[in-house]
C-alpha cells in the first residue's frame, strides 16, 4: 500500500487558521440559506433554492421511463387479471418474493387462473424480471410507486386485489394492452 | 428577610426557566441549524393540526416519546447509581447558572439586587468545582450499567475531561490577573473599561490567548464533536448505551445545558457579560464626547438582554463548530489536551503576569 | 441559625464518614467518601473559608476520589459482607483510644472552648488573604511543596514513557 | 448377434431388436413420441426417423430392426431436417399455451422443439379448433388441441390394462382422442395415462395446475399402498406448503421390471395425501385431564418412561400390549421387536389385527393386503410370540393388559369404533404413536408422531420378499421423528441405549441377525431392491 501524504505547513499544523477557514465556509452556507429562507417566507426570490432536499411525499422526483415501481397485474376487460398462472415470473424471480396459487378456471378458453397472487415487496428486489419473464402481458412495474410503509410484514406482501387495483403513472405505461382494454392489441396466446 | 427570600426564588425561577427553554430549544436548533448549514431542510415534520412552525414541536415530540418510553435498568447493574447518574449530569450543569451574573445591580423600590442568583467571592471557583464534580455522572452511569463496553466509555470520558479541566482552569488564571478578581460579578464589572478610550475592555482583548484555549478545553467539557468521543452515538458504545427513556432525555438535556453554561462562561470571562459597549448606569455616550442619560430600568434591560444575546450566539457558534469541524481520534485528542492545551495555558499565564506586571511597573 | 447548620452539616459528615467503613459496597464507601469530603467543605464555607472549601471540592472531591473511582472501576465487582468488628489486641486499642478521644471531648467542653473568640477581618478567607499569607509567611514551605510536586509530575512522565 | 454402428459407435445386440433400442444401449436417444418401450411400435409421429446407409428413405427407429453390418445415422442433417419438418407438422395446431399447460417442463414436444426445431410457422391459415378441458373421468382431463395423436393413452388401454375406453374418432385434422360412448374411464390404471402422454393433451386431475415441474424435486421411492411394492418417484416441494397444505405433489412409475415394470395403480398413486393431510400430528402431546398439551420430546419421552416404569413395577411385562403395524419400514419394526420384546421382554407383541389384509386385489398390480411391509414385518418374527392382535385388544378390554403401545397401527379401522372405545378406555396407559390422527388417538395418553414414508429413510420388504429402499424426500412435518427415532429415545430415557445413528446401522444388525436378510446392505438392496434368499421360497 502506498501512502500518499501531504506535508502540513506550519499554519495548517495549528489547526488555528484551517478551523476558521472550515467555520467560514459552514457559515458562508448558513447565512446564504438563511436569507434564501427568510426571503421565501416572506415570498420573495422564490426560483432561488435555499435547501436541496426534496420533501418526499408532497413533492417527488419524476421517474424515469424505464424505472421500476410497485407492481402491477394486467387486466382483461372484465377487470379479472390477466395472469395465467404459468408461475413465469415466480420461476424468474431471482428473490422468491413472488407466490401463485393456481387453479382451474371455470371458462375452459381461460384454463387456469391464479387464486392467490403475492408479491412480497419487502423481499422483491426491483430487478424487472418478472415483467421480462410474462408471456400474457400481466405483470408490469410501471405504476410510478414506492411502496408505502406498513406496520407488519404482512402489509408488505401485496394481494391479487391490491395488485389488480394499480394503475400505470400516465404516460409511462410499459403493457401494450392497457388495464381492462377491449381486445388486446396483443396476444401471444389467444387469451 | 422574606423578601430577600423571594428575589432569589425569583431570580432562580428567571434563570433556570430561561436556561431550560433554551436548552429544549437547542435541541430543535441543532437539527435546523446543521440542515441549513447543509443545504438541507431539517426536521420540519412534527405537526400540531396541520401546523408546523418550522419543526418547532419536535422537541414537544422528542419528549412525550422519551417520556413514554421504557425505562430500562439492567437487571446486573446498581438501580440507585443507575438512576443517580443522570440526575447528578443535570444538576452539576445546572449549579454552575448560580453564580453567573446576567445583568448589573438592579436599584429598585430602595433595594439593591444584584442580577446573579449567588453572589459567591470565589465565583469562577465554583464553576471549575461544579465542572469537576461532573465527572461523576459520567463514571457512575458507566459503571452501574453491568456493560463493560460502558464502563470503558465511562472510563474515556473521565479521562477526557479530567485532562481538558486543567487547562480550562489554567487559562481562567489569566483572566482573574487581568481583573484582579477571582468573582464573575467583578470580572463582568470590570469588563465595563476601554482601552484607549474606545476600545471596550473585554476578557477577549485581554486574553486572546486564553479565550481560544478556554473555549477550546470547555467544548471538551461539554463533549460534543469534535471532542465527542465519549459519546458519538452513531458508532461508538459509550457510557450511557444502557440509558432509555426520561434518564436518556437528562443526559441529554445536561449536555445541552452545558453548552449554555459554557456559553454564559464564555461571555462572561471573555466577552464582557452582560456589558453593552458605551452604554453604563448613566446611559448611552460616546467616550470623550458627549453622553444620552437613560432611564435606570431601560439600561438593565438591554443589557440583560444583551447578556442573553450573547449566550445565545454563542451557543449557535458551538453548534456551528460541532456541524463544522470533524472529530478528532482519541490519541489525538488526548495529544491536544495534554501536548498542546495545557503548555500553552501554561504559557499564557506567564505571558500574561509578564505583561501585566510591565503595564502596571 | 449558624449553629443548627453546623450540627446537621456534622451529623451528615460523620454519618457519611461511618458509611465509609462500614459500607459492603466498594462504589457506596466511596461516594460516602465524596459526601463526607463535601460536607467537610460545607463546613468551611460556613467557616467563611470559601476559597479553602472550593479547593477542597476541587482537588479532593473533583480530582483524587476520581482516581480512586477509577481504581475500584478496574476492580472485579463483587459484594462484601460487613465485616465484623474484630475483637483481640486491636480492637481492644482501639477502644482504648477512643474512650480517650471522648473524654478529652467532655473535658474540653466543661473547661470551656479551646480557642479565644477573635473578631475575623473582613477578607478573611478570600483568595486574597490566602495568597498574601502563602507568599509572604509561608513562602518557602509552599515553594518546596511546589518542587516536590514538580519532581513527582516529571517522575510520572518519566515512569510512563519508559514503561 | 447382429452387429451394427450408430454414430461411429459400434454395438452388438440381440436379433429382433430395433434400432432405438439399440441406439439405448449405446446411450444414444432418438427423439420419439409414440414409441414407448413396453408398447407396440406403431410409427405414427415418424419423430424416429433416422437414416441408415444403403437405404435411401429415412427409416422409423422404433419399427426397423437391425440387420448386421446396419450402419445407422441418427443425428446427420438429413435426419434433424426431417425431425424439424415434423415437429412443424405437429405444431400445426397446436395451441401453443405451454405457460398454462402442466406438462410444460416435462413435454417431448417443448423439448425437442427447443433442441431440434425452434422454427418459425410458416401456417398462415387459421388454426385447427378442437375441444379444451375435456373430462375423460374422475382423474383424467384431455386436451384435444395439444393432442399429437400419438395413440400411447390408446394402446395403453389395450395392450396392458385390456378395458380399451379410448380411441381415436374423426379423420385428418380432425381426429381427435375420445371415449367410446357409454365407457367410461373407470379402470384403475387411469394415472398412467398422463405419464404415457408425451404432450400435454392428458392431464392428471390430481396434480393439475397444482406446482410446475420444474419447481419439483424427485426422489425414488416405494409405494405404501399395498404388499406389491411398485417402484415410484416421489415428486416433492416445500415451497409453497403454508399456502397449499400440499409437499408431495404427486407419485410416478418408476422402471422396475421385477415389479411393476412402468406402472402404477390409481390407488396407489393417489393414495399419498395422507402425507400433508390436515390431520397430521406434528407435535407430541400428552393427555392432561381432558385436554392435549403439546410439549417438548424430551417431556413426552420422560412422561411415558415413567408411566411405563410405573405399570412394570406394579404388574409384570405381559400387562403391556405393543401392536406395531405392517405400514412402518424393516428398521422400525426391528426396533419394535429388540426393545420392547428383546430387552423389555413383552410377549404381547402381534401386527395382525383381524381382516388386516383383506382389501381387494385386482390381479395385475393391485394387491388384497394393503401393507408395504408385511413380509418384513413376518420375517422380523412380530407375529406370532404370544397372542395375536385381536386378542391383545381383547385383553386390554377384560383388564389383563394394563397399557398399550400402538406404533403406527389404526385398530378401529378393523375392528370398529366401538370394540376399540370399549377396550382403550380400560387400559391404564395407551400410548399412540403414528404419522396421522385415528380413532384410536382419542384414548392415548401420549401421542408421539412419527414420520411418514417419504420422510424417513428404511425399506420395505414385498410380498415376494423383496427388499426394496424408501429413500427421505421431505423434512418430517413439524416435529415428527422416523418411528425408529421415537423407540430409540424411549429408549434412551428409560436407561437402554443402542448404537444406532441412522437407519442404515439398524439394518446392518438386520442383516446380521434376521434370516434372509444376512449379507445385504443399503447399497446392495439399490434403486431397484433385491430379492431375498428365503429358504422355503
Known amino acids: 500500500m502506498k501512502i500518499v501524504g501531504h506535508k502540513l505547513s506550519f499554519l495548517e499544523n495549528i489547526y488555528l487558521f484551517e478551523i476558521v477557514r472550515g467555520l467560514v465556509i459552514t457559515t458562508r452556507h448558513f447565512f446564504y440559506n438563511m436569507f434564501f429562507h427568510i426571503a421565501h417566507l416572506l415570498g420573495y426570490q422564490q426560483d432561488v433554492e435555499a435547501a436541496v432536499t426534496i420533501q418526499y411525499p408532497e413533492q417527488t422526483i419524476p421517474v424515469s421511463k424505464r424505472w421500476r415501481g410497485v407492481h402491477r397485474i394486467n387486466t382483461r376487460p372484465d377487470g379479472s387479471p390477466r395472469c395465467v398462472a404459468c408461475m413465469l415470473c415466480e420461476t424468474v424471480c431471482p428473490v422468491q418474493c413472488i407466490h401463485i396459487v393456481a387453479e382451474e378456471h371455470p371458462d375452459p378458453a381461460i384454463e387456469k387462473y391464479p387464486v392467490s397472487f403475492e408479491v412480497d415487496v419487502t423481499r422483491c428486489c426491483w430487478c424487472g424480471m418478472c415483467e421480462e419473464a410474462c408471456p400474457v402481458d400481466a405483470i408490469y412495474m410501471d405504476s410510478g410507486k414506492i411502496p408505502k410503509a406498513g406496520y407488519s410484514r404482512q402489509d408488505l406482501v401485496y394481494d391479487k386485489e391490491t395488485l389488480t387495483k394499480e394503475v400505470p403513472l400516465p404516460g409511462y405505461q410499459r403493457s401494450l394492452n392497457p388495464p381492462g382494454a377491449g381486445a388486446p392489441k396483443v396476444n401471444p396466446m389467444g387469451l | 428577610m422574606f423578601i430577600d427570600v423571594a428575589i432569589t426564588l425569583l431570580k432562580i425561577a428567571f434563570v433556570f426557566g430561561l436556561v431550560l427553554n433554551i436548552a429544549g430549544i437547542l435541541g430543535w436548533a441543532e437539527r435546523k441549524q446543521s440542515a441549513v448549514m447543509q443545504d438541507r431542510i431539517g426536521a420540519n415534520r412534527a405537526d400540531i393540526l396541520g401546523l408546523r412552525l418550522f419543526g418547532l414541536f419536535h422537541p414537544i415530540a422528542d419528549i412525550v416519546k422519551v417520556i413514554t418510553k421504557e425505562d430500562w435498568i439492567p437487571p446486573g447493574g446498581d438501580k440507585f447509581l443507575h438512576t443517580l447518574a443522570p440526575f447528578l449530569a443535570l444538576f452539576t450543569a445546572l449549579a454552575v447558572f448560580a453564580v453567573i451574573p446576567f445583568g448589573d445591580t438592579l436599584h ?115 463533549k460534543r464533536t469534535p471532542f465527542d468521543l465519549p459519546e458519538c452515538e452513531s458508532e461508538i458504545i459509550g457510557y450511557f448505551t444502557e440509558y432509555s427513556g426520561f434518564k436518556f432525555l437528562a443526559f441529554w438535556m445536561g449536555e445541552f445545558i452545558e453548552v449554555i453554561a ?100 | 441559625m449558624e449553629l443548627i447548620q453546623f450540627y446537621i452539616v456534622a451529623a451528615i459528615t460523620i454519618s457519611s464518614a461511618v458509611s465509609v467503613i462500614m459500607q459492603g459496597r466498594v462504589m457506596y464507601s466511596i461516594l460516602s467518601l465524596i459526601v463526607t469530603l463535601l460536607s467537610v467543605a460545607w463546613i468551611y464555607a460556613i467557616l467563611n473559608a470559601s476559597f479553602l472549601a472550593v479547593v477542597q471540592v476541587i482537588l479532593y472531591a473533583g480530582a483524587i476520589v476520581v482516581l480512586f473511582v477509577f481504581a475500584v472501576m478496574m476492580l472485579r465487582y463483587e459484594e462484601i459482607e460487613p465485616q465484623r468488628m474484630r475483637t483481640g489486641l486491636i480492637g481492644c486499642l482501639g477502644l482504648l483510644v477512643a474512650l480517650f478521644f471522648i473524654f478529652e471531648l467532655i473535658l474540653s467542653s466543661a473547661t470551656g472552648p479551646f480557642v479565644e473568640e477573635a473578631t475575623l477581618s473582613a477578607d478573611f478567607g478570600s483568595i486574597k488573604s490566602v495568597g498574601a499569607i502563602l507568599y509572604t509567611q509561608y513562602l518557602v514551605p509552599l515553594e518546596l511543596a511546589s518542587i516536590l510536586l514538580l519532581v513527582a509530575v516529571v517522575g510520572a512522565a518519566l515512569f510512563s514513557k519508559r514503561g | ?97 405451454c405457460p398454462i399447460c402442466d406438462k410444460a417442463g416435462e413435454c417431448m414436444l417443448q423439448d425437442f422443439y427447443f433442441q431440434f426445431s425452434r422454427h418459425t410457422s410458416k401456417f398462415k391459415e387459421k388454426k385447427q379448433k378442437k375441444h379444451k378441458v375435456v373430462n375423460l373421468g374422475p382423474k383424467i382431463v384431455l386436451d384435444s388441441e395439444r393432442c399429437i395423436l400419438c395413440a400411447r393413452c390408446v394402446r395403453f388401454l389395450k395392450e396392458v390394462v385390456g378395458t380399451e375406453e379410448l380411441g381415436i374418432f374423426d379423420r385428418g385434422d380432425h381426429s381427435e382422442i375420445g371415449i367410446y360412448p357409454g365407457r367410461p374411464l373407470e379402470n384403475n390404471y387411469q394415472g398412467n395415462l398422463a405419464d404415457v402422454c408425451p404432450v400435454g393433451a392428458l392431464t392428471a386431475k390430481d396434480f393439475r395446475f397444482a406446482c410446475r415441474s420444474w419447481f419439483l424435486c424427485q426422489e425414488n421411492s416405494i409405494c405404501p399402498g399395498c404388499s406389491t411394492g411398485c417402484n415410484v418417484l416421489v415428486h416433492s416441494s416445500e ?176 375392528l370398529g369404533e366401538e370394540k376399540i372405545a370399549s377396550a382403550l378406555s380400560r387400559a391404564q396407559l395407551v400410548v399412540f404413536q403414528g404419522s396421522n390422527y385415528n380413532y384410536a388417538c382419542k384414548f392415548a395418553h401420549a ?74 446392505d443399503y447399497k446392495k438392496v439399490g434403486d431397484k431392491g433385491i430379492k431375498l434368499a428365503l429358504s422355503g421360497g
Open chain 2, 262 to 361: 459554557v456559553a454564559g462562561v464564555v461571555t462572561t470571562l471573555y466577552f464582557g457579560g452582560w456589558q453593552v459597549p458605551f452604554i453604563d448606569s448613566q446611559g448611552f455616550f460616546v467616550p470623550g464626547l458627549f453622553t444620552i442619560p437613560l432611564p435606570h430600568l431601560l439600561v438593565v434591560v438591554i443589557q440583560v438582554t444583551a447578556f442573553i444575546l450573547k449566550v445565545c450566539f454563542f451557543c449557535w457558534f458551538m453548534l456551528l463548530v460541532r456541524w463544522t469541524l470533524p472529530r478528532f481520534r482519541y490519541d489525538q485528542l488526548m495529544g491536544f489536551g495534554w501536548k498542546f492545551l495545557l503548555p500553552l495555558a501554561f504559557l499564557n499565564v506567564i505571558l500574561s503576569g509578564v505583561i501585566f506586571m510591565s503595564f502596571e511597573g
Open chain 4, 239 to 414: 415451497r409453497s406448503y403454508d399456502k397449499t397444505l400440499r409437499r408431495v405433489y404427486r407419485l410416478t412409475p418408476r422402471d422396475n421390471d421385477e415389479v411393476n415394470q412402468s406402472w402404477l395403480c390409481d390407488v396407489g398413486r393417489y393414495g399419498y395425501h395422507f402425507v400433508d393431510d390436515p390431520d397430521r400430528l406434528t407435535a407430541p402431546s400428552l393427555k392432561r385431564g381432558e385436554e392435549y398439551v403439546k410439549v417438548d420430546w424430551d417431556t413426552a419421552f420422560r412422561e411415558v418412561a415413567q408411566r411405563l416404569r410405573g405399570i412394570f413395577e406394579r404388574y409384570s411385562p405381559s400387562s403391556l400390549g405393543i401392536i406395531p403395524s405392517p405400514q412402518l419400514t424393516n428398521e422400525d419394526l426391528y426396533m419394535v421387536k429388540k426393545f420392547f420384546n428383546e430387552t423389555l421382554c413383552i410377549t404381547n407383541i402381534d401386527f395382525k389385527l383381524p381382516g388386516w389384509n383383506q382389501g381387494q386385489g385386482d390381479g395385475f398390480l393391485l394387491k388384497a393386503d394393503r401393507n408395504p411391509n408385511t413380509m418384513g414385518a413376518e420375517l422380523l418374527g412380530l407375529s406370532g410370540i404370544g397372542p395375536q392382535a385381536g386378542e391383545i385388544i381383547e385383553k386390554t378390554r377384560l383388564g389383563e393388559i394394563k397399557a398399550l403401545y400402538l406404533v403406527g397401527s389404526d385398530p378401529a379401522r378393523y
Open chain 2, 108 to 222: 429598585i423600590a430602595g433595594r439593591d439586587i444584584p442580577l446573579v442568583i449567588a453572589d459567591l467571592n470565589v465565583g469562577i471557583l465554583f464553576v471549575i468545582a461544579f465542572g469537576s464534580l461532573g465527572i461523576y455522572s459520567v463514571v457512575l452511569a458507566g459503571w452501574s450499567s453491568d456493560n463493560k463496553y460502558s464502563l470503558l466509555g465511562s472510563m474515556r470520558a473521565a479521562a477526557q475531561v479530567i485532562s481538558y479541566e486543567l487547562a480550562l482552569a489554567l487559562s481562567v488564571v489569566g483572566v482573574i490577573m487581568a481583573y484582579g478578581s477571582v468573582e464573575l460579578d467583578d470580572i463582568a464589572r470590570a469588563q465595563g473599561q476601554y482601552v484607549l478610550g474606545i476600545i471596550p475592555y473585554w476578557g477577549v482583548i485581554a486574553q486572546p490567548l486564553g479565550f481560544l484555549i478556554f473555549f477550546a478545553a470547555a467544548m471538551a467539557e461539554t
Open chain 4, 447 to 520: 401421542i408421539l408422531p412419527g414420520a411418514t414414508f417419504v420422510e424417513k429413510e428404511g425399506t420395505f420388504t414385498n410380498a415376494q420378499a423383496r427388499v426394496q429402499k424408501i429413500n427421505q424426500a421431505l423434512r418430517p412435518l413439524g416435529e415428527s421423528l422416523p418411528d425408529w427415532k421415537i423407540i430409540l429415545g424411549l429408549a434412551l430415557t428409560m436407561g437402554y441405549y443402542f448404537p444406532y445413528k441412522a437407519a442404515e446401522d439398524i439394518f446392518k444388525d438386520i442383516a446380521r441377525e434376521v434370516t434372509g436378510f444376512s449379507g445385504l
Open chain 4, 1 to 97: 448377434m447382429p452387429t451394427l454402428v450408430i454414430d461411429d459407435q459400434k454395438v452388438t445386440v440381440d436379433p429382433g431388436t430395433t434400432i432405438i433400442q439399440a441406439a439405448k444401449k449405446l446411450d444414444i436417444t432418438i427423439p420419439h413420441y409414440c414409441y414407448h418401450p413396453r408398447l407396440k411400435s406403431v410409427d405414427m409421429c415418424r419423430m424416429c426417423l433416422v437414416e441408415v446407409k444403403d437405404i435411401p428413405k429415412l427409416q422409423t427407429a422404433c419399427s426397423t430392426q437391425v440387420r448386421d453390418n446396419m450402419v445407422v445415422f441418427t443425428n446427420n442433417q438429413k435426419v434433424l431436417d426431417a425431425r424439424r419438418s415434423v415437429l412443424e407438422f405437429l405444431l400445426i395446431n397446436h395451441p401453443l399455451d
